[in-house]
């Protein structure tokens, strides 16, 4: 299927059965297909559920409303969380989110089997079936939000090091840089300092630093390390002089690092910076997997409830006996305004108050109760470009 006319968002559409079901079917694919490749069609087949009275039906079409935009919420929140998680390869997000059994997102609608989808949730194909379905997708809404707090506390403790391991040389940590060796160590008189020498200031450096203060150590100084602006000296003085040096330094640009040389808390940030970075990559596989699972089965669900929509829309809007053909449409992105009218044409004789409609697309005070747009025919949209990442 060529990307950029096929949409990744479907409509899921039900009409009345005419004489049968089929015909519904066939006319609706014949005005969709003949001539003009307005979309790619599907029956979506949902099995006989038990009909309540008229009330039970609209306080079920409210319910039902709520729990779309909850279960939408949860499958978002899942596929952005697997964005988050997979950083660098973002890439790899689309065929991660893969729902029933590994199928990619848009096959799914084309090749469901909703009697299959039903019994997961009940043992009878009923409406109330929408509290399995609530409590599943609470359960997995709940379960993100332990397991995305533990894995983001471990990445933010790791990132917080790290950046104590980069940056400039006056900020960041000189565990991995300075060695036993750079220092006099455990003398009574003697210290060695660390110093940040401006790279321009160099030159003034070696003539200077000798006679910075008295006591200094002379040739007792070396660059450790330099980044892009500066180098990381050191130098040896008696503990004394190490104030005035200070204050000297200061006129001249050099910033003295207040850092003592310990071996024992070197080693320990070292070995915590160690134990994080494993600790992410241990949880990493199974976080993924997680979220693969459970976005396939809030993934699921969410289809299960817009199947649930479907019917209850259709049988307050149709009535009674249960005769309706729900289908799924892909539009083509060039002509969906097309399709829009050849539908509309197709079902405008539904309801009285559409012939009071000239533009189908327009809002219709009064009658975009639920945030839906208001069509002669029931329709749901499934957007699917709500999980799609650059």
Not at 75 to 104: C, I
Not at 247 to 266: G, I, L, P, T
Not at 326 to 347: C, F, G, H, I, S
Request: hydrophobic letters at 40%; aromatic letters at 12%; one cysteine or more.
């Amino acid at each position: 299927q060529d990307k950029d006319t096929k949409m990744t968002e479907f409509w899921l559409i039900s009409a009345p059965g005419e004489k049968t079901c089929q015909q519904t079917w066939e006319k609706l694919h014949a005005a969709t297909t003949k001539n003009n490749n307005l979309s790619t069609n599907s029956k979506f087949n949902i099995p006989d559920l038990k009909v309540g009275t008229l009330d039970v039906l609209v306080g079920l079409s409210d319910e039902l409303a709520k729990l779309d935009a909850f279960v939408e919420g949860v499958v978002k929140k899942v596929a952005q969380y697997m964005a988050d998680v997979l950083e660098d390869s973002k890439d790899k997000v689309q065929e991660n989110l893969l729902a029933n059994g590994g199928k990619v997102l848009t096959k799914i609608y084309l090749s469901f089997e909703i009697e299959k989808l039903f019994k997961n949730y009940s043992s009878s194909s009923d409406t109330v079936s929408f509290l399995f379905i609530f409590k599943g997708v609470n359960q997995i809404d709940n379960d993100l939000k332990a397991r995305a707090s533990a894995y983001n506390n471990l990445k933010g403790n790791l990132q917080n090091l790290e950046r104590k391991n980069a940056g400039s040389l006056l900020t960041r940590s000189l565990a991995d840089i300075v060695k036993k060796e750079d220092f006099v160590l455990d003398s009574e008189y003697l210290v060695t300092l660390l110093v940040i020498v401006p790279k321009l200031n160099y030159n003034d450096w070696v003539k200077q630093y000798e006679t910075l203060a008295e006591m200094v150590v002379p040739r007792s100084s070396n660059v450790l390390f330099e980044d892009q602006d500066s180098y990381l000296c050191n130098v040896t003085l008696f503990r004394k002089a190490v104030d005035d040096f200070k204050h000297k330094a200061r006129e001249y640009k050099f910033m003295v690092r207040d850092f003592q040389y310990n071996e024992e808390e070197m080693k320990a940030d070292k070995e915590e910076m160690n134990r994080l970075s494993t600790d992410k990559k241990k949880q990493f596989g199974p976080l993924v997997r997680w979220l693969k699972v459970n976005f396939s089965e809030a993934f699921i669900a969410w289809i299960h409830v817009k199947a649930l929509r479907v019917f209850v829309e259709s049988v307050l809007r149709y009535g009674l006996p249960v005769n309706f053909q729900a289908m799924l449409l892909q539009p083509n992105k060039k002509t969906m305004k097309k399709l829009r009218e050849v539908l509309y044409d197709l079902y405008k004789h539904l309801d009285s108050s559409a012939a009071a409609i000239i533009d189908a697309t327009m809002d219709i005070p009064g009658l975009n109760l639920s945030q839906q747009e208001y069509y002669p025919y029931v329709y749901y949209k499934i957007d699917c470009n709500l999980l799609e990442f650059k």
